[in-house]
C-alpha cells in the first residue's frame, strides 16, 4: 500500500512545481536604443516570484572589459497600451543586473525579486545609459511581429500577433512594443520581447498603486476623419499581403458641412490619361479643363470650390495651399497644413509606377492616381490608390495593391482634413469604425468638440489624496456627476438605452456611489486614500457625467460622460 501513497505524494509535489522559466524568442532581428523602453502585458494567474528576467541585447551592444550592466523593471496600469508615454503612471519595482554583449541573451538577475498575485500588469524594461563598473551602454535586442492576423489588430492588441503570446499555467506574456527613448516619444509596434521569466510559485504580493483611463468619452468630434499607421505594415485597405480589411473603397458622400463615410469594394479604375511623372517627393498644381465642373472640398471655412488642385507624389490631393511634398508623414502634419484629401505615404514615383489626373465625364469625376508607385527606397514595393472627386460633391477613394514594406520610416495617414490647426481627435481604425466591408459606415465631425475626460492627479497610494479631475466640458456646462464603484465594465456598455447615444458606460452606475460637482472648465474631487494595509490590491472604476450637453435632451438635461478610470489601491 506504499507504492501509491508514494506516487499521489509525488504528484502533488510535481503539481507544486513552477514552469519557469517561461521563454519567449531569442534570434531578434530589430533593436532599440541605448535607454530605450521595451514594453509587454503580463497575465499572471497564481502568485510568483519573479528572480530573474533574461533579455536579448541589440547588436549595437559592445562587449564591456569591466563591471555589470543595469536594467529597470517597471509596474503601472494593467496594460502598457495608451499608456508609454505619461511616466507618472509608472514606478519603478527593482532592478536587475548582469554581463551584456553583442546579441546575447544576458541573464539580469534582480536586487529585489518581486512576487506577484493573480491579475494583469503592464510590464516596462529599461536599459540603463549609465552603467556601473565602467560597464558600456546597451539596448534592447527584439523581434518585430507578425503573421497571418489582420495587421492593424496585431499591432494594436497585445499578443494577437502569431509570433507574440507566450503562455504556461502560471503566466501568459503579450507583446509589445518598444520605444528609443523610456516612456516618452514614438512607440514602435508590434515589437517582441525576447527574453525568459524566471520565477518560483509564492511570495508575498508586492501592491503597486496604478491607474488608467479606459475608453473615450462620447460626443468626439473633430472637422478631420483620418486613420494613422505607424508603417504600411498595419494598412489594411485595399489588396495586402496580410489580413486585410475587405475594404478597397471608401465614398464620402456629401452632406452640407460633412460626410456620410461607407466601405466598399469598388475597383481602381484603370487611368487613360498620360503619364504626369511626379518625380519624388513632388507637388504638382493642375489647373482643370476650364469645360469641367470645379471640384468642391470641406476646408478651413467650410465648402469651398475650386479650379486649381495640387496633387502630390506622396499620395494626396491639398488645396488652401500646399503641404510640402518632404514634409514628415505624422497625424500633425496632416491636420495643421493645408487642407488634403489622400493616403498620404512617402512614394517615390520617379523609381517605378505611373502618376495621373483626368475627368471622365460619364462618372462625373475628377479622378486622381497613384498606379503602382514604389515606396520611397524600398524595391519593389508597388501601391495603387485613387482619389475620385464627383461633380455631385462626394469623394472617393479606391485602393488596389498596397505595399506592407518597411518599419516605422514609412508612417501612413488616411483620410481627410481641413487643415489649419484642426482638432485632433486621436484618429480612429476606420474600417472597425465603417463596420467592415459590409458596414453602413458613420458621419463624419462638422464641430471639433473634446469629449469629456477623466484623470487622477497621481497614482492611488495608500495614504495619499489625489483627485479625480473631470476636465473638456463643452460651453455652459459646468455641474454633473462622479460615479465611483468597484464593478465596472472595461469595454464599455451602450447608454443608448438612457437616450445617451454613442456614450459608453465603464461603471455600473447602480452599484456605485456618486457625487454632484460644480466647475468649469475642469471639476476636481479629491479621492483621500487611507493608509490601510487591508485596502492594497483593491480596484475601483469611476467615470463622470456632465449636465447641459448640447447633443442630446437625455432627461430632459441633456447629458455627456467622460471615458472611464480604472483604478488599483496600492503601497508601492
Same mark, same amino acid.
Given at each position: ?198 520565477? $518560483?510559485? /509564492?511570495? #508575498?504580493?508586492? +501592491? *503597486? ?5 479606459? &475608453?473615450?468619452?462620447?460626443? %468626439? ?78 476646408? $478651413?471655412? /467650410?465648402? #469651398?470650390?475650386? +479650379? *486649381? ?5 506622396? &499620395?494626396?490631393?491639398?488645396? %488652401? ?93 488616411? &483620410? ?157
Amino acid at each position: 500500500m506504499l507504492k501509491p501513497v508514494l506516487l499521489a505524494l509525488s504528484t502533488l509535489t510535481t503539481l507544486a512545481v513552477a514552469q519557469s522559466p517561461l521563454v519567449t524568442l531569442t534570434g531578434g532581428t530589430n533593436q532599440g536604443n541605448a535607454g530605450g523602453g521595451l514594453y509587454f502585458d503580463l497575465q499572471v494567474n497564481t502568485t510568483v516570484t519573479i528572480n530573474q528576467i533574461s533579455v536579448r541585447t541589440g547588436s549595437a551592444t559592445t562587449t564591456p572589459t569591466t563591471g555589470t550592466s543595469v536594467m529597470e523593471v517597471w509596474l503601472g496600469p494593467s496594460t502598457y497600451v495608451g499608456n508609454v508615454t505619461n511616466p507618472t503612471l509608472w514606478t519603478l519595482v527593482t532592478t536587475g543586473t548582469g554581463t551584456v554583449g553583442p546579441s546575447v541573451v544576458a541573464p539580469m538577475v534582480l536586487t529585489t525579486p518581486i512576487a506577484l498575485g493573480p491579475g494583469n500588469y503592464g510590464v516596462a524594461l529599461r536599459s540603463l545609459t549609465t552603467a556601473s563598473g565602467g560597464n558600456v551602454a546597451w539596448g534592447f535586442g527584439y523581434t518585430n511581429g507578425a503573421g497571418n492576423n489582420t495587421p492593424l489588430i496585431c499591432g494594436a492588441t497585445p499578443g494577437s500577433c502569431l509570433n507574440s503570446i507566450f503562455t504556461n499555467s502560471e503566466l501568459t506574456l503579450r507583446a509589445g512594443a518598444a520605444q528609443n527613448a523610456f516612456l516618452t516619444g514614438g512607440i514602435f509596434t508590434p515589437r517582441i520581447f525576447n527574453g525568459e521569466i524566471h520565477y $518560483t510559485l /509564492g511570495g #508575498t504580493p508586492i +501592491a *503597486v498603486a496604478a491607474w488608467e483611463g479606459i &475608453g473615450r468619452g462620447c460626443y %468626439d468630434r473633430s472637422r478631420a476623419t483620418y486613420e494613422f499607421w505607424p508603417s504600411g505594415a498595419f494598412v489594411d485597405f485595399g489588396t495586402v499581403t496580410a489580413g486585410g480589411s475587405g475594404i478597397s473603397s471608401m465614398l464620402m458622400a456629401f452632406q452640407g458641412d460633412r460626410y456620410l463615410i461607407t466601405p466598399g469594394t469598388n475597383a481602381v479604375q484603370t487611368p487613360v490619361s498620360a503619364n504626369l511623372a511626379l518625380g519624388d517627393d513632388v507637388n504638382q498644381v493642375i489647373t482643370l479643363d476650364p469645360a469641367s465642373p470645379t471640384i468642391g472640398y470641406l476646408g $478651413t471655412t /467650410g465648402l #469651398t470650390l475650386t +479650379a *486649381v488642385v495640387s496633387m502630390c507624389s506622396n &499620395g494626396f490631393i491639398n488645396f %488652401d495651399g500646399t503641404t510640402g511634398a518632404a514634409v514628415a508623414v505624422s497625424p500633425a502634419n496632416f491636420l495643421n497644413n493645408a487642407a488634403m484629401y489622400g493616403n498620404w505615404k512617402d512614394f517615390d514615383p520617379s523609381v517605378a509606377g505611373t502618376t495621373h489626373y483626368e475627368y471622365d465625364g460619364t462618372l462625373g469625376a475628377h479622378i486622381f492616381t497613384w498606379n503602382g508607385v514604389n515606396d520611397w527606397n524600398i524595391a519593389a514595393s508597388p501601391n495603387t490608390f485613387q482619389i475620385l472627386c464627383y461633380d455631385n460633391l462626394n469623394v472617393e477613394y479606391r485602393w488596389g495593391a498596397m505595399s506592407q514594406l518597411g518599419g516605422g520610416a514609412w508612417p501612413v495617414v488616411m &483620410g481627410h482634413s481641413p487643415g489649419g490647426g484642426v482638432r485632433d481627435d486621436g484618429g480612429w481604425d476606420l474600417s472597425a469604425r465603417m463596420g467592415g466591408p459590409t458596414g453602413t459606415g458613420f458621419f463624419s465631425g462638422n464641430v471639433d468638440n473634446a469629449p469629456l475626460a477623466l484623470s487622477m492627479t497621481g497614482r492611488p497610494l495608500l495614504g495619499s489624496s489625489p483627485s479625480l479631475v473631470t476636465s473638456s466640458m463643452e460651453p455652459g456646462q459646468n455641474a454633473g456627476f462622479l460615479f465611483i464603484g468597484f464593478v465596472g465594465t472595461p469595454s464599455g456598455a451602450s447608454l443608448a438605452g438612457f437616450g445617451i447615444p454613442e456614450c459608453l458606460g465603464y461603471v455600473n452606475f447602480f452599484a456605485s456611489s456618486s457625487l454632484f460637482w460644480v466647475g468649469s472648465p475642469t471639476a476636481s474631487q479629491s479621492f483621500p486614500i487611507a493608509n490601510n494595509p487591508a485596502f492594497n490590491g483593491v480596484n475601483f472604476f469611476a467615470q463622470s457625467a456632465a449636465i447641459n450637453s448640447t447633443f442630446n435632451n437625455a432627461f430632459g438635461l441633456g447629458v455627456n460622460v467622460s471615458n472611464g478610470v480604472r483604478a488599483r489601491l496600492g503601497s508601492l
